[in-house]
């Protein structure tokens, strides 16, 4: 074995860690206020990037984090009994084929370390939620993009003809993150039943309550019949406003891929104010209603306000609006953001998609700011 004390720090270091950590690109952390702060702005700052949803979490939400804070002493219940048994009633899903973790990214990360080695490829939409770039990488495998269809959903054809032999992992969105655009209950049965059986199915749905508000297909119920193995992902954090506790679930197809989730968790994998939280939120689904009702009204009236902008929305589901302006988009969001207001660019690279904002449907006050921002900005650029 080498002596690595005598090279220099930095080799030493690097050594240690595994070859594909080394090539992977430096942890770019989605920037938040701070950021801005840091950068010596002191006015008010707007935050319309990563999906957030505008309002606090229910009265009864926060009662329950305020009495779940008392009994922080004690570790929480790794079965996570409280939501798990909520969802497993009202899915008709065996509660132990229900996992939770931190955030559905967190899940993410683990579906890649249940299935990808060395020699693998994944299946990914292009573009979509960049997790799934990652968990893939980490794990040394290789990434299969496939564009997505001209309606911003998923190509499911396409995305089912790239499958190899050596493909044990396919990721899909409904809606897509960025693009809004959903499956059909078509495209679902499509890719439950054309998916191999050597191949994990994941479909995740993190905004399927902005979905079903719109009369999306429900796509648990759409690939539950599959024989194959199967995950839907799920997320607390974009309808019912808990984002900063980190809580999302995966229901699992069967009781193999829910075990062997569980073997690669943590004991306590979620923390008792979340499921807590998460327990009362579920359990308060007319205030849940509200909120995306609240939102999604809100994106529909500004949707309608860029097209009048001469701009075209894709004609998304989610709580977002992403749009082509024609220009390249990092200049146009970093000059928004100078004003306080922070939007996003498409965070994977992807060609075609550099003229792209993605904004975040905020409160009607917040969007009115946004939107004269961008009317601004966009005449300002124009004259130059
Ligand atoms: C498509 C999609 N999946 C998963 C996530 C992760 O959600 P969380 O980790 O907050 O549960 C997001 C968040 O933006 C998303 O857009």
New binding site residues.
Partial sequence: MTDTTKQSPTASHRQVIRDVVNTMAPFASPPVEQDLREQGFDGPILRLH??ECPYPPSPKVVEAIREAAAGVNRYPDSWWRGPANILAERLDVPRHRIVF????????NALGDLTLEDGHSAIVPEP??H?YNLATEMQGAELIKVPLNPQGANDVEAMLAAIRPNTPLIFT?S????TGGMLTGQELHRLADGVPDSCLLVL????HEFAQREDGPDGLAAIRHREGPWVV??????AYGL?GL???YAICGSDEIAEGLNKLRQAFQVNAIALAAAEAALGDMEYGRWLVEQVAAERDRVMAEMRGMGLSPLPSV?N?ITADVGRPAAPLVGAIARRGIMIGTIRTPTPGYDTYIRLTVGTREEMDALLLALAEELAAQAEQ
């Avoid at 992902?233 to 974009?238: A, E, F, H, Q």
């Fill in positions: 990563l999906n973790g931190n955030g559905s990214d967190q899940l993410l979509s939620f997790r969105a809606p897509n993150n960025p995740d749905e993190a905004y992902l799920r997320t607390l954090s974009k984002a980190r809580i999302g989610g977002f």
